[in-house]
Each structure stands twice: as C-alpha cells, then as structure tokens.
C-alpha cells in the first residue's frame, strides 16, 4: 500500500507541475531574455535560467508534457500492439503461436535504445517518432505477458466451462481472458511508462528525440552538459525531474503488484 | 552438456538469423536515395546510375539481403557511404573502448551489489536492509546519463581529480586510460548494481528460509559458512540471468554514455553513422551489437548450466 500512495504522489506532483505550465502565469519557456543568461536560481528565476536566458522552471515544467506524453503513448502502442498478438498466440497457439514468439525474441536480442534509435534513424528524429519507436520497441514485453497470461488462464474451469455452453473464441476472449488480465497489464503499463520516461530522455539527450528550441528534460541535460562549469544548476533540476517521475512510475508499478498478489505484500 | 550446448547455439543461429532479416528490412524502408545522398542533387543520371550499380541497388532487396548476409559471415560488413572504409575496421577500431567500458562497469556492479545483496538478505528487515532496498530503488529511477554529469560535476569540476570526457588508448598510457573510464563505468555500472542488488536480496531471502539452511544451522555450521557455502551458490542463479540481461543494457547504455563523456567508442561511431544516415554503417553496427549481445547471453547460459544441473536436464 505505502509504494503505491506514494507513486500516487510522485505522479500527481508531475501531472499537477506539468498541468499548471499551461496555466500559471509563468515566464514562457520559449522566451529567451538575452541579459538573464546563465543566471543562478533567484527568486526571479527559481531554478535559475540557461544559455539563452531562458526560465529553467517554465521549461521543466513544460518538459513534463513531454514525459507525460512519451509514457502514454508508448505505452498505448505498446499494449495496442502487443496484447493482440500475445493473446492470438496464446490462444490460437500452434504455428502461428512459434513464429509470432520467435520473431519477439529476435525483436528482444536486440538492446532496447540500441532498436529506438534505429527506428528513428528510418522515420527521422522528433518527439512523437521517438515515442513511437519506443512504443514498438516495448511492444514484445506485453506480447510475452499477454501470452502467458491467456495461456495460464486457457486452462482454468470458468474458461473451459463457457467454451463446453458453446461461446465463441472472441466471447471467451472478451469476457474472461480480457478481464482477468487487466490487473497484469496494468502494472506492466506502470513499469513501461517508467522505461518510456527513460528511454525518452536518452532519446533526446543524443538529438533524436524532442528537438530545440522545445524543452525535454533530455535534452536540457544535453545542453546543461556544455555549460557544466559555469551553470551547474542547469544539470540538477532536469535530472532530478526525470528521477522523480520514473521513481513514480515504479512505486506505482510496485504498489499495483503487491495489491494483486497479497503473498509478496511487505517482501520489497 | 553438449547437448544443451549445441541446443543453444543453434536457437542463437536462429535469432541471429531473424535479427539480421529484420535489421536489413528495417533499413530498407527509409526514405531518400543513397546514391542521390552521396552525390548530392546535382548529381548526373549517369553517374547516380553507376553508383547504384556499385552500391548493388539496382537489384531487388532478397538479392542484397543475401550478398548482404553472404558478406557478414565473412566478416566483410560493407563499406561506410561516409567514411568510406569498411565497416568492419571501423568496428575494430572503437571495439575497445565500448568493451573496456562495459566489463569495467559490470565489474563495479558486482562488487557493489554482492555485499550490499548479501547483507540486505541477511540483515532481512533491519534499518540496513531499508536503506540498501532504498539506495537501489534509486539507482533503478536515475538516468545513468544523469549520474554520468553529477559526476563530471563532482570529480572533474569541483575535485578535480578525473578527466571529462576522452580517451586515451590502452597501450599508450594504462593508467590513464583508466582514469578515463571510471567516471562513464561508475555511472553506468550504478544502474546494474542497483538492479543486481535487488535482484541477489530476494534470491537471497527465498534460499534462505529453504529447509536444508535451517538444518545446516541446526547441524551448528558457522552462520558465515551457511551464507557462503549453501545459501550464496543456490541465489546466484536468477542473479546470473539477470547479469545476463545487463549485459544488453550496459551495450545499450553505452551509446548514451559515451555521448556524455565524448568517448570514441562504438555508440558514438552509431550517432555519427545515424546523424549521416550512413545505412551500412549503421547496418554493421546494429547487427555487430546484437550478435555481442546475444552472444554474451549463451555464454551466461553456458555458464548457469554449469553451475546448476537441473537446467542441462530440462
């Protein structure tokens, strides 16, 4: 219970700061203030500004929107992808059933950031190509979970019960495999989004993500990295954004785990 | 064993088959000309047309997929459109670096993570148990980039004892070339630590409320003897699948890592090749990383097998 109240937490300060750079009056994160550049934090500018004098605070707050949105939609490819083809074979099985598992570990030999890149070298670099390969790369995972869950529950008495009264494979699939599952996805989703929020910076810390002048928490790093011993405070708060946000994810992925399974409750 | 051996090296052959085939097709797909991207838009027909013959790519893709294939097995990876070498002595060439970072970095993981596995499990529930558990949930949630500049941050710019960012070859100056390690194999070896010492904890805690732990406790062996001697070698098996795993992750890191330190290695050698769309570079360079990477993992296969009978006979 204590992970997942504080993943809640952790979470809804990210949604609430990245919500509140739409709405609060702060200084534009675009808006460059040419005789404020590399300025310490101040009260003026909390977090301090960057090499165009730009408010480091607006600009976390907006990169949120960027690792908010890289979670929910790579993980909404993710799952669009792999769950249909993890439930097709497990529940068809067979051949179709030992190619679709080759072709994911083939898929999974390769390093994970080292197939994100080579999908945004084809598509060409940009915030939403980079969520979307990530999306692809983490595709597999939720094959290979919803396989094995539809097969562990292929076998139970309620599914072989339905199929005896003569339901159809997609009623069968719709009404007790899909429920059931739920709860496992949801924490692969958690556990995902914290890969995405992660893969995601990478991604733009090496220029193929999210492109300048728009913030991302990668990329400031990526900039703080040059002015490093004149504007070291450029290098902490992005960092600490992206740490905060992937600790959320996995508290909340711990949490939702430990609340399914009562045996590993308190076990860490 | 040979069995299991043999078994395992042709699921790998496999693997490695289909990794190629999709890398290949991936490539394939990308927009634009080659041979209009190396001549530039001014380029005459004849002379695009020459290239293209050059290049094979007048010829349908199964054709270059297989000249392609036939070329690897023999070590021949193509030729940079950029650079204009073969793929193959550029890999040679910044295989050193990547490899040096990442056995460097999987060593600091391990000795970091078996102490502090070993005593977490032992000291099961202890103020030093929460700490540990805490300090590798935030290893887990830290971007190794990150970690990489707090401490250039720390060690090169406040202290001053390392370097930023370089590299100095092995057989110029040993000593050096360590000093320029440390920091990228720290900060990716923090990462794997933390996930190696959880990982060694829980294995830990399960073997050890095992029967035949309480007997030996029983019999009167020294707790010591009952934590190195039978509870340490049972744990180790999940902890050397996980190492395996980590073994991707570190390649995979490694790419970022040398950005942030400006090391010369393999990683950086993909950006420059991605940034260009140098395609048989990156071609070589995505299927040389994988087969590494897969290779890395039947010999960790190999390895567990060993250490525990009851996989060889499965």
């Known amino acids: ?268 | 064993m040979l069995k299991f051996i043999v078994r395992r090296i042709i699921s790998l052959l496999i693997i490695l088959w289909l990794v190629s085939f999709l890398t290949f097709l991936l490539l394939q797909v990308i927009p634009g000309d080659p041979a209009q991207l190396i001549l530039g838009i001014e380029a005459s027909p004849e002379a695009l047309g020459s290239l293209r013959a050059r290049l094979g790519l007048d010829k349908p893709w199964p054709l270059r997929y297989l000249h392609w294939l036939a070329g690897m097995m023999r070590g021949d990876m193509g030729i940079s459109i950029r650079l204009e070498r073969p793929v193959s002595s550029l890999i040679a060439e910044r295989l050193p670096v990547t490899l040096s970072l990442a056995v460097m970095a999987m060593l600091i993981a391990l000795i970091i993570a078996f102490p502090a596995g070993i005593l977490s499990a032992v000291k099961w529930n202890s103020p030093l148990d929460y700490f540990i558990l805490f300090a590798s949930q935030v290893g887990i949630a830290i971007p190794s980039f990150w970690i990489g500049i707090l401490l250039i941050l720390t060690f090169s710019l406040y202290l001053r004892l390392l370097p930023t960012g370089g590299f100095i070859g092995w057989g110029k100056n040993p000593l050096e070339a360590l000093r320029h390690l440390l920091l990228p194999a720290t900060s990716l070896g923090l990462v794997t630590a933390a996930f190696l010492t959880r990982m060694l904890r829980s294995s830990m805690l399960e073997v050890l409320s095992q029967a035949y732990i309480t007997m030996a406790r029983a019999k009167g062996l020294a707790k010591f003897q009952v934590i190195f001697r039978h509870a340490l070698k049972n744990a180790l098996i999940p902890v050397a699948t996980l190492a395996g795993v980590q073994i991707g992750f570190l390649m995979g890191g490694s790419i970022v890592i040398e950005q942030v330190f400006a090391l010369p290695g393999l990683g950086r050698l993909l950006l420059s090749a991605v940034y260009t769309r140098d395609i048989p570079l990156i071609q070589g360079l995505v299927m040389f990383m994988t087969t590494m990477v897969v290779a890395s993992n039947l010999l960790v296969d190999i390895l567990y097998a060993y250490l525990d009978p009851r996989i060889r006979f499965e």
Not at chain 1, 48 to 74: F, K, M, N, P, W
Not at chain 1, 125 to 142: D, H, S, T, Y
């Open chain 1, 1 to 268: 219970m204590r992970s997942l109240v504080l993943g809640a937490i952790l979470l809804g300060v990210v949604i609430l700061g990245s919500a509140s750079s739409w709405i609060l009056p702060l200084p534009d994160p675009l808006a460059m203030e040419v005789t404020e550049r590399l300025s310490p934090p101040s009260w003026r500018h909390l977090f301090g500004t960057d090499q165009y004098g730009r408010d480091l605070l607006s600009r976390i707050l907006r990169g949120g929107t960027v690792a908010l949105g890289a979670s929910v939609v790579s993980v909404g490819i993710a799952s669009l992808i792999g769950i249909p083809i993890g439930f097709a074979a497990g529940l068809i099985g067979g051949i179709l059933d030992e190619v679709t598992m080759r072709l994911m570990d083939a898929l999974q030999a390769f390093p994970s950031i080292l197939l994100a890149i080579t999908i945004v070298a084809i598509m060409g670099p940009g915030p939403l190509n980079a969520m979307v390969a990530i999306g692809l790369v983490n595709g597999p995972v939720f094959a290979r979970l919803a396989r094995s869950v539809a097969l562990s529950l292929k076998g139970r008495d309620f599914v072989l019960a339905a199929e005896a009264l003569g339901a159809s494979r997609l009623r069968i699939l719709r009404y007790h495999i899909l429920p059931n599952s739920l709860s496992y996805i949801l924490v692969q989703a958690s556990i995902g989004a914290s890969t995405a929020v992660l893969a995601e910076a990478s991604l733009s810390y090496i220029g193929l993500g999210t492109q300048p002048p728009n913030p991302s928490w990668g990329r400031m790093l990526e900039e703080a990295r040059l002015f490093l011993d004149v504007a070291p405070w450029m290098a902490i708060f992005p960092g600490f954004a992206i740490f905060l946000t992937v600790l959320g994810f996995n508290f909340l992925g711990d949490g939702l785990r430990d609340l399914m399974d009562p045996w590993r409750r308190g076990r860490g």
